[in-house]
Each structure stands twice: as C-alpha cells, then as structure tokens.
C-alpha cells in the first residue's frame, strides 16, 4: 500500500523548483537532498522515480528541486504529482496516540460510550483529509454507498482509536452530524 508523503501544489520561479505541499511528520529526512522521490499523477499507476538536487523553506512552504527538472515548463508539468512510500517501508509508531493515513483508513466508526447512541455505528473512513485547520476524517454514511460525514481528528471528538478492532469511537457536538 502506498502513503501520499507530499504533492506538488505548484512551480515556483523561472529554475524547476516545487512548491510541495507536505503530507508527512518527517519532512527533513524524506526531502533530504540525494534522495529518492517516488511520484505519480494522481488517477494513474504510473510511478517515476526523481532525484533531490536541493530543498529550501521559503515564506513557511517546501520548495523542491529535482535532478532534470530545469525550467518553469518542466516544473508545471508536474502539477499535482503525489510523492509515495511503501507503507511496508514506515517504522511502527512509538506513540499509541500517532496514526498513519493508511491505519485509519477502513476503520468503522460508532459513537462512543458517553453519547446518547452509543455503540451505534456512524460509517467507515474512506480518507483522512490534511487541511490548514488540522485532519479531518472523511467517512462513509453506514448503509450508505455514497455521501461523506466530516469529522474533525481532535481528542474532543475522537474519543478512543482501536487498531486491534479496527475501530474509531465518536463523541461528536450536537449538530456537526445530520440527524443528530
């Protein structure tokens, strides 16, 4: 299974460089310079292999240089380019409270034991969202074949987390659920 660790938002200047937008903890050693990008384009199994020529903050985002990539039309072409790791390749999370993506991704998800449903199941996450107010979990409606609830991944509302049962418990305020 593949892990999305970045994807390139945008080119940036008239010399190949990246705007990456960053999907990992550990920015310093997976954009290390001399390292090993694996990129495709999203909606396609098509993976090429690029080289780190150099990488720079600028203005609090990652700018990236690639070995080839030498120009502006260079670089737009790779709009949107997911950059992915084998999941096989993750060491084990130390922390018990830390989750990969792909960890919670399948999980069912029902309310806890302080809701008024507890117990009852609310869905399954499809996709753990990365958004400038923090993670959101994106799931399916239970019985649902389409639609999307979104959760916000904060203690006040995600309760308890079972990767044995492949579980997620849900205390969510009254209204940020339809039909609650």
């Known amino acids: 299974m593949e ?12 010399k190949g460089e990246l705007v990456v937008e960053v999907r990992t903890d550990d920015p310093d050693d997976r954009f290390a310079v001399g390292n090993t990008l694996r990129g495709k384009p999203r909606r396609s199994n098509v ?13 609090g985002r990652l700018l990236l240089r690639l070995e080839g990539i030498t120009d502006r039309g260079e670089a737009d072409a790779l709009r949107g380019v997911l950059f992915v790791v084998d999941t096989s390749e993750l060491p084990p999370s130390d922390d ?10 399948g999980m069912a998800v029902r309310f806890g034991a302080d809701h008024a449903q507890a117990g009852v199941e609310v869905g399954t996450v499809i996709e753990v969202l990365h958004s400038a107010a923090g993670e959101l979990l994106s799931i399916r ?5 389409a639609g999307e609830l979104l959760v916000p991944f904060v203690a006040a509302i995600v309760t308890s987390v079972s990767r044995d049962d492949r579980t997620i418990e849900i205390d969510p ?8």
């Open 173 to 180: 305020p009254e209204g940020l659920l339809d039909g609650d």
């Open 141 to 145: 409606p239970a019985g649902q074949d």
């Open 3 to 14: 892990l999305v660790v970045g994807r390139v938002a945008k080119s940036h200047g008239i």
């Open 96 to 105: 018990p409270d830390e989750f990969y993506d792909h960890e919670l991704e």
């Open 47 to 59: 993976v090429t292999e690029y080289t780190v020529e150099a990488v720079r903050e600028h203005s």
